[in-house]
């Protein structure tokens, strides 16, 4: 049974940084979607950034392009998401999401931020920037 447990959110001042975390345990895969996705209060869930981790060119949501990056463990099921020069506006409820079966989500970038077709959502990880 696939589990995705995320990590590293609290509270950060606009300008600061965080390291999230999305460790995937009860997975057989060696190649798989992760995505990134958050929630701001009272509105819709959008999609972060995603990344294949077989090696592909991750994708990123407009808003966050240059500030935060996606990036995988070289040996664990781990992908972070790195967030630098937060703004009050990234405060969010943050969650990952995996997509295993062929073809994943991230064949597109519209897909793999659309969070249609992710097989597995973790609890998420709460970001507050003050």
């Known amino acids: 049974h696939v589990q995705l447990v995320e990590s590293g959110g609290g509270s950060v001042q606009a300008g600061g940084s965080l390291r999230l975390s999305c460790a995937a345990s009860?997975?057989?895969?060696?190649?798989?979607?992760m995505g990134w996705f958050r929630q701001p209060p009272g509105k819709e869930r959008e999609g972060v950034a995603g990344i294949y981790v077989a090696g592909q060119t991750p994708y990123y949501a407009d808003s966050v392009k240059g500030r935060f990056t996606i990036s995988q463990h070289n040996t664990k099921n781990t992908v972070y998401l790195i967030m630098n020069n937060v703004q009050p506006e990234d405060t969010a409820m943050y969650y990952c999401a995996a997509d295993w079966k062929w073809p994943t989500v991230c064949m597109t970038a519209d897909q793999a931020l659309g969070a249609q077709g992710y097989e597995r959502w973790g609890q998420g990880t709460q970001v507050t920037v003050s």
């Open positions: 009860g997975f057989a895969y060696n190649s798989y979607c």
